[in-house]
């Protein structure tokens, strides 16, 4: 295992990038720590996978440094850099058994077959197959296929870290969540350097300790999931996750207070500079029969809690009660202070004194 | 459910009937009827039974033409079947050189039969031929004319030169079919070359490469035009193969029976190796 520095590493797929637009990866500076569990999170075509590949050394960046312990790895290969990836759709070796693929990997580095034998039935084991070792891996459904494409990424203690990209998108629901889990406990045995790559948030905040969120080829947070959750660093953040994602008001603000078109909001704290943006969460938007009026437009019930759409001085918001609570007829919301963050140009201002 | 019947449908593949009556079944009707019967010419025509057939089977000369040309269809895949998947691995698969070497590989494939055969022809002769007259200047004793074993170099090369690009075509369409996800995970696992070609690339070239060995094999079995024009078969009967033989037999020696029930075991052997070839290839489709 080792940490992984990623010092100022730029892609683009293009021969000569002329602007930024060019770059599928902007800017990424930032050191993966030995042993830690990562989520990459993001949209599809942030540049999440073309981070992963850049690590793994299946695409060599156009600018920076990687750093595996403080060691050059820039110009190493693939196999030199010892990395374990699985991919989002499984890649299995049709003509061996679900055994040979697992034994596959490690093969090919000289490890001596009693070393295997453990390795490989102990990933079986792990990944639910033993019984079907010994059977031709080309006859099996899509999601036994990507166990073993996720055993052969496990199969290896030695590697430097282990990457996943969306390895679970084709496994049903019910088992995403038991392999979920494995990985997790996984981690916690062995303490592996995981990354995780993934555009379900759900995923990320469970799998990882730290989430990195990445938009538009840059990281715009890292954090813990209740970070993310709570002190959203760019509007980004707060859309993407949670759901429905946060308000975000364009509001005029003067000290503590935010105005709103006639409505003035009390805010916790004067920001360090100027903002022009309040972002708060449904969950901190408390409808009833106190604050500033709004017009209800739709109250959908999903289940656990009511989520009400309104109208509040021609700005669309999303509120979330609870499944039991009622809205009155003149409805109104007021926002708890503790759930407002406040930006500007979409990115988040500090405040306090 | 009650399926709507109705007889006039039969119409719609009668165009299809009768193309296949005059092209095909007719004329092998009437060689079923040469087959069992003797000729001496005016239309006068000798009950002659299974005389012929027995006669063929038990004939040196047909045994060993069909040897030739078991040999001959046995080398050519040799070659051109390992030589077209280690061209087609090193053709590039992007870029500007795509299009380029498809059209390459594409160019013998347009030549009709009977010039490819003159150009080779030509192109050995001693007297005027760059490569045999090269060859006899270097040094290397080289006529097919007169000598059995050059003869056989020279049809061989030929149809490698003619064909390869056929399977190198094939095989190059399955490796493009190939995920990029595979090589990744490939290098990710640490395979060496070979094992990448062993346990990715020749899995996934299967299917197209049973097609390529069953179209060269088909093709070469039948060979008549290039050897014809190159060789006429000899020097002596060397490089008479099958087909060559057989028309040698009815055009040339006007022995319509024998050549008839030839024609016939031919088939039949023809029959039989496609029945094998494609029970093999859909028992292989079925266990996917």
Same mark, same amino acid.
């Given at each position: 295992?080792? /940490?992984i520095d990623?010092?100022h590493?730029?892609?683009?797929?293009?021969?000569?990038?002329? /602007?930024?637009?060019?770059?599928?990866?902007r800017?990424v500076?930032y050191t993966?720590?030995n042993?830690g569990?990562?989520?990459?999170?993001g949209? /599809?075509g942030?540049?999440?996978?073309t981070?992963l590949?850049?690590?793994?050394?299946?695409l060599?960046?156009s600018h920076?440094r990687?750093?595996?312990?403080g060691?050059?790895?820039?110009?190493?290969s693939t196999?030199?850099?010892?990395i374990?990836q699985?991919f989002?759709?499984?890649?299995?070796y049709?003509?061996?058994t679900v055994?040979?693929n697992?034994?596959?990997p490690? $093969?090919?580095?000289g490890?001596p077959?009693?070393e295997?034998d453990?390795?490989v039935?102990?990933?079986?084991e792990?990944?639910g197959?033993?019984?079907?070792?010994?059977?031709?891996?080309?006859?099996?459904?899509a999601d036994?296929?990507?166990?073993i494409s996720l055993?052969r990424?496990?199969?290896r %203690?030695d590697?430097?870290?282990i990457?996943?990209?969306e390895?679970l998108t084709?496994?049903?629901p019910?088992m995403?969540?038991v392999l $979920?889990?494995q990985l997790?406990?996984?981690?916690r045995r @062995?303490?592996?350097t995981?990354?995780?790559?993934?555009?379900?948030?759900?995923?990320?905040?469970t @799998?990882?300790?730290?989430?990195?969120v990445?938009?538009d080829?840059?990281?715009?947070q890292?954090?813990?999931p209740d970070?993310?959750?709570?002190r959203?660093?760019?509007t980004?953040?707060?859309y993407?996750i949670? %759901?429905?994602?946060?308000?975000?008001?364009?509001?005029e603000?003067?000290?503590?207070?935010?105005?709103l078109? &006639?409505?003035?909001?009390?805010?916790p704290?004067?920001?360090?500079?100027?903002a022009? &943006?309040l972002g708060?969460?449904p969950?901190?938007v408390k409808?009833g029969?106190e604050?500033i009026?709004?017009t209800?437009t739709?109250?959908e019930?999903?289940? $656990?809690?009511?989520?009400?759409?309104?109208?509040?001085?021609?700005? &669309?918001?999303?509120a979330?009660?609870g499944e039991?609570? %009622?809205?009155p007829a003149?409805?109104r919301?007021? @926002?708890?202070?503790?759930g407002?963050?406040?930006y500007?140009?979409s990115?988040?201002?500090?405040t306090?004194? | 459910?009650?399926?709507?019947?109705?007889?006039r449908?039969?119409?719609m593949?009668?165009?299809v009937?009768?193309?296949?009556?005059?092209?095909a079944?007719?004329?092998?009707m009437?060689?079923v009827?040469?087959?069992?019967?003797?000729t001496?010419?005016?239309?006068?025509f000798?009950?002659?039974?299974t005389?012929?057939?027995?006669e063929m089977?038990?004939s040196e000369r047909?045994?060993?033409a069909?040897g030739?040309n078991?040999?001959f269809?046995?080398?050519?895949?040799?070659?051109?079947?390992p030589?077209?998947i280690?061209i087609?691995?090193?053709?590039?698969?992007?870029g500007?050189?795509?299009?380029?070497?498809l059209?390459l590989?594409a160019?013998?494939?347009?030549?009709?039969?009977n010039?490819?055969g003159?150009?080779w022809?030509?192109f050995g002769?001693?007297d005027?031929g760059?490569?045999? *007259?090269?060859m006899n200047?270097l040094?290397?004793?080289?006529?097919?004319?007169?000598?059995p074993f050059?003869?056989?170099?020279?049809?061989?090369?030929?149809?490698v030169w003619?064909?390869?690009?056929l399977?190198?075509l094939?095989c190059?369409?399955?490796?493009v079919?190939?995920?990029?996800a *595979? *090589?990744?995970?490939?290098k990710?696992?640490?395979?060496?070359?070979w094992?990448?070609?062993?346990y990715?690339?020749?899995?996934?070239?299967?299917?197209?490469l049973?097609?390529?060995?069953?179209?060269?094999?088909?093709?070469s079995?039948?060979i008549?035009t290039?050897?014809?024009?190159?060789?006429?078969?000899?020097?002596g009967?060397?490089?008479?193969y099958l087909?060559?033989?057989l028309v040698?037999?009815?055009i040339?020696q006007?022995d319509?029976?024998p050549?008839?029930?030839?024609s016939i075991?031919?088939?039949?052997?023809?029959l039989l190796l496609s029945?094998?070839f494609?029970t093999?290839?859909?028992?292989?489709g079925?266990?996917?």
């Amino acid at each position: 295992m080792a /940490s992984i520095d990623l010092d100022h590493i730029r892609h683009s797929y293009v021969a000569h990038p002329k /602007s930024e637009r060019d770059y599928a990866l902007r800017e990424v500076d930032y050191t993966f720590e030995n042993g830690g569990a990562y989520a990459l999170l993001g949209p /599809s075509g942030c540049g999440k996978t073309t981070l992963l590949n850049i690590i793994s050394g299946l695409l060599q960046a156009s600018h920076g440094r990687l750093l595996f312990d403080g060691r050059d790895v820039t110009n190493l290969s693939t196999q030199e850099r010892n990395i374990a990836q699985v991919f989002q759709f499984p890649v299995i070796y049709d003509t061996m058994t679900v055994y040979d693929n697992l034994a596959f990997p490690l $093969r090919n580095r000289g490890v001596p077959a009693a070393e295997v034998d453990r390795k490989v039935r102990e990933t079986l084991e792990m990944i639910g197959l033993s019984d079907w070792a010994k059977r031709r891996a080309r006859g099996l459904t899509a999601d036994q296929k990507q166990k073993i494409s996720l055993g052969r990424g496990l199969v290896r %203690s030695d590697v430097n870290a282990i990457l996943f990209d969306e390895p679970l998108t084709v496994i049903d629901p019910h088992m995403k969540w038991v392999l $979920r889990s494995q990985l997790k406990q996984l981690h916690r045995r @062995f303490g592996y350097t995981m990354i995780y790559v993934t555009h379900d948030q759900t995923e990320a905040l469970t @799998f990882a300790e730290n989430v990195v969120v990445m938009y538009d080829g840059q990281i715009v947070q890292i954090g813990t999931p209740d970070a993310l959750f709570e002190r959203p660093k760019h509007t980004f953040v707060g859309y993407f996750i949670g %759901s429905p994602g946060m308000n975000v008001l364009p509001v005029e603000v003067d000290g503590v207070t935010a105005r709103l078109g &006639e409505h003035l909001i009390a805010l916790p704290d004067a920001p360090k500079g100027v903002a022009t &943006e309040l972002g708060i969460r449904p969950e901190y938007v408390k409808v009833g029969a106190e604050g500033i009026p709004v017009t209800v437009t739709k109250v959908e019930d999903i289940g $656990r809690h009511k989520v009400v759409r309104a109208t509040l001085a021609g700005q &669309e918001i999303a509120a979330i009660v609870g499944e039991d609570e %009622s809205i009155p007829a003149e409805p109104r919301v007021h @926002f708890d202070p503790a759930g407002i963050n406040l930006y500007a140009d979409s990115w988040r201002v500090e405040t306090g004194a | 459910m009650d399926k709507p019947w109705n007889n006039r449908a039969w119409f719609m593949v009668l165009p299809v009937v009768v193309l296949v009556a005059f092209s095909a079944v007719i004329p092998l009707m009437t060689v079923v009827n040469y087959s069992v019967q003797d000729t001496f010419g005016n239309n006068q025509f000798f009950w002659a039974g299974t005389e012929w057939f027995e006669e063929m089977l038990h004939s040196e000369r047909f045994w060993q033409a069909m040897g030739r040309n078991l040999a001959f269809s046995f080398i050519i895949l040799a070659i051109e079947i390992p030589l077209g998947i280690l061209i087609a691995l090193n053709m590039p698969r992007s870029g500007w050189g795509v299009p380029v070497c498809l059209v390459l590989m594409a160019l013998p494939l347009l030549i009709p039969w009977n010039v490819v055969g003159t150009i080779w022809q030509v192109f050995g002769r001693v007297d005027i031929g760059l490569l045999g *007259y090269a060859m006899n200047r270097l040094g290397i004793d080289y006529n097919y004319v007169n000598d059995p074993f050059d003869a056989w170099v020279t049809v061989i090369v030929m149809d490698v030169w003619h064909w390869t690009s056929l399977v190198v075509l094939l095989c190059y369409a399955g490796l493009v079919s190939i995920p990029d996800a *595979y *090589y990744q995970a490939a290098k990710i696992d640490g395979a060496s070359r070979w094992s990448i070609f062993r346990y990715i690339q020749l899995p996934k070239m299967n299917r197209v490469l049973l097609i390529a060995v069953l179209l060269r094999f088909m093709d070469s079995f039948m060979i008549y035009t290039e050897p014809f024009v190159v060789t006429g078969g000899g020097p002596g009967n060397s490089t008479t193969y099958l087909s060559i033989d057989l028309v040698k037999m009815a055009i040339g020696q006007f022995d319509l029976g024998p050549a008839a029930a030839m024609s016939i075991i031919y088939f039949l052997i023809v029959l039989l190796l496609s029945w094998v070839f494609y029970t093999v290839m859909t028992n292989y489709g079925a266990e996917r």
